[in-house]
């Protein structure tokens, strides 16, 4: 696990990270979609973009919800695909025909030869490992990273941001009286 996160440090695509935070920037809406086995890293992922105020949603998996996703979404938002496994070749299909509609796509994947990739602007990868568990964290820490370069990228947007979440933390905590 230590070589495959080291493996996967070395590989990531610096440029295509910061496309990805300058996409992030400029979209009204974030949508992210998201596999089963990558449902964990999107929600950080999710936790994360809220934190800096960042207009983030997680659709749902079934074709009638990817397509009701497409359907609504403009060139204004982003689509960001994260996948582990390619499970859900619906995902990668949902992308093409955002593309087809001018919307901006990426992708956070656990390989590069998964179909979402091939549909998607900007993409993310982490190096092809045949255990799903590897696949999972390596996700895990590309998304840390992409993190990382947020805060310091949007540091305005995060500035305070603790602080205060740790207060409504302690007021909501307090017995009503």
Do not use: C
Not at 93 to 122: C, H, M
Not at 141 to 170: H, M, N, P
């Amino acid at each position: 696990l230590i070589r495959e996160l080291e493996q996967t440090r070395i590989s990531l695509d610096t440029d295509a990270l910061g496309k990805l935070v300058e996409q992030l920037g400029q979209a009204r809406r974030i949508v992210v979609l998201a596999e089963g086995p990558a449902q964990p890293s999107a929600y950080s992922l999710v936790l994360f973009l809220e934190a800096g105020g960042f207009n983030v949603f997680v659709a749902r998996a079934g074709i009638t919800d990817l397509a009701r996703t497409v359907n609504i979404s403009t060139p204004q938002d982003l689509l960001l695909a994260m996948e582990v496994t390619g499970q859900m070749p619906y995902i990668a299909r949902a992308l093409g025909e955002a593309q087809a509609k001018g919307i901006p796509t990426a992708a956070i994947v656990g390989s590069a030869s998964l179909a979402s990739a091939r549909f998607a602007d900007t993409v993310l990868a982490a190096q092809t490992h045949p255990e799903m568990g590897v696949g999972i964290v390596s996700i895990e820490t590309i998304v840390y990273a992409l993190s990382q370069v947020l805060r310091w990228r949007f540091a305005d947007r995060f500035a305070g941001t603790e602080q205060a979440i740790s207060q409504l933390t302690e007021k909501i905590q307090q017995p009503i009286d």
